[in-house]
Antibody
Framework: QVQLQESGPGLVKASETLSLTCSVS????????WSWIRQPAGKGLEWIGR????????NYNPSLMSRVTMSVDTSKNQVSLRLSSVTAADTAVYYC???????????WGQGTLVTVSS | DIQLTQSPSFLSASVGDRVTISCRAS??????LSWYQQKPGRAPKLLIY???TLQSGVPSRFSGSGSGTEFTLTISSLQPEDFATYYC?????????FGLGTRLEIK
């Protein structure tokens, strides 16, 4: 059974770069989309973007596009997220999730809370 | 961006009730609509995709319908474990968007 685990600093200073890694176990990351989705406390879900491991195709939310970078390391079975110039509005639980075209996100990590401090 | 409007935003119901949650898209998305269940402190769980296809392992009391701009999630007989927040998601075009959620609580 595929398992996803997000990791990275839980506290990031404003204006700096948030970096998270999603480690995938129990299956290959190849031939799937890998999404990052975030959720501020008490609020709804926001799609950050996704990367397709086979082609490297990336799709980012236009609202974050100027600050987001996603990458894949197939040798480590990991997907990464970088979000630059963070502000308090970026404080949220960040999830990585496996995606299937037209279906959605069928496997999710447990999520990791990132707090942006001033 | 395609906006998804869920209604109601809050729903109070009893075990055994039949409940329906609506999701309206700001433009047509054919059947590229998925539903998720989220419990407090947990990641969302995929329930239904392509508007009406039940994800493997999801109980048959959950069902989905609709196409175009109007979609519904129905729970035929509420069980205690169904009290959670439900989100719709459109996968028709980028950016992928979610509804704001419907919180289902025990009456």
């Amino acid at each position: 059974q595929v398992q996803l685990q997000e990791s990275g600093p839980g506290l990031v200073k404003a204006s700096e770069t948030l970096s998270l890694t999603c480690s995938v176990s129990g299956g290959s990351i190849s031939n799937y989309y890998w999404s990052w989705i975030r959720q501020p406390a008490g609020k709804g879900l926001e799609w950050i973007g996704r990367i397709y491991t086979t082609s490297g195709e990336k799709n980012y939310n236009p609202s974050l596009m100027s600050r987001v970078t996603m990458s894949v390391d197939t040798s480590k079975n990991q997907v990464s997220l970088r979000l630059s110039s963070v502000t308090a509005a970026d404080t949220a639980v960040y999830y990585c999730a496996r995606g299937i075209q037209g279906v959605g996100n069928d496997c999710w990590g447990q999520g990791t809370l990132v707090t942006v401090s001033s | 961006d395609i906006q998804l409007t869920q209604s109601p935003s809050f729903l109070s119901a009893s075990v055994g009730d039949r409940v329906t949650i609506s999701c309206r898209a700001s433009q047509g998305i054919t059947s590229y609509l998925s539903w998720y269940q989220q419990k407090p402190g947990r990641a969302p769980k995929l329930l239904i995709y392509t508007a009406s296809t039940l994800q493997s392992g999801v109980p048959s009391r959950f069902s989905g319908s609709g196409s175009g701009t109007e979609f519904t999630l129905t729970i035929s007989s509420l069980q205690p474990e169904d009290f959670a927040t439900y989100y719709c998601q459109q996968l028709y075009t980028y950016p992928i968007t979610f509804g704001l959620g419907t919180r289902l609580e025990i009456k």
